[in-house]
């Protein structure tokens, strides 16, 4: 069965100290992945997505990602966390085969500390 | 990109009135819409598809009769939850696919519900 995984719930980091999200998902083709942020009270923005090509993947907001196929992770990155950069977000995979539907993780909640 | 619209953004009801959430896809059309719901610190749940001109297809364990949900055009889907109950509170996301082998789902801002 597909599934997302984000095995951590909350994560608390320095602004300016580099940030990991780590995202592992179950799928049986290649994926396509995405990254969404969502800050409180509002509804989800696109930070990046993985189709196919490069594995290293650039996003808005100087967020980047990998993904790596033996590993079944795409993970997200960001090299300097900015305190704005506190949210809440969620790696998805699909759409599922035949349909438009998504899976998506349980979500990271991110806290920058100043 | 897309812009999906999601109104209201809050709302308030008495517990056994019903709401209607519009989720309108302004720049493309969506034969097929879905609709979200968030509990408190946990995911997006899928609660079900909205096809546009025929009957929408709901996941297992959400009530039909409760999420009403209306597909009428090609750019509005409306889910009513009726007679709602506190339990019913929470945040509701709706997402529509331009199609066309776009696979990215664009998301409303979604609506806060409160029921009191």
Not at chain 1, 20 to 30: D, F, H, M, Q, V
Not at chain 2, 73 to 91: G, I, K, Q, R, Y
Request: hydrophobic share 35%; net charge positive; proline share 4%.
């Amino acid at each position: 069965a597909q599934s997302v995984t984000q095995p951590d719930i909350h994560i608390t980091v320095s602004e300016g100290a580099s940030l990991e999200l780590r995202c592992n998902y179950s799928y049986g083709a290649t994926p396509y992945l995405f990254w969404y942020v969502q800050s409180p009270g509002q509804g989800l923005q696109l930070l990046l997505k993985y189709f196919s090509g490069d594995t290293l993947v650039q996003g808005i907001k100087g967020f980047e990602a990998e993904f790596k196929r033996s590993q079944s992770s795409f993970n997200l990155r960001k090299p300097s966390v900015h305190w704005s950069d506190a949210a809440e977000y969620f790696c998805a995979v699909g759409p599922l085969s035949g349909t438009y539907k998504y899976i998506f993780g349980t979500g990271t909640r991110l806290k920058v500390l100043a | 990109g897309a812009v999906v619209s999601q109104h209201p953004s809050r709302v308030i009801c008495k517990s056994g009135t019903s709401v209607k959430i519009e989720c309108r896809s302004l720049d493309f059309q969506a034969t097929t819409m879905f609709w979200y719901r968030q509990f408190p610190k946990k995911s997006l749940m899928l609660m079900a598809t909205s096809n546009e001109g025929s009957k929408a297809t709901y996941e297992q364990g959400v009530e039909k009769d409760k999420f009403l949900i209306n597909h009428a055009s090609l750019t509005l889907s409306t889910l009513t939850v009726t007679s709602a109950h506190p339990e019913d509170s929470s945040f509701y996301i709706c997402s529509a696919n331009p199609g066309q082998g776009n696979t990215e789902a664009f998301f409303g801002q979604g609506t806060r519900l409160t029921v009191v």
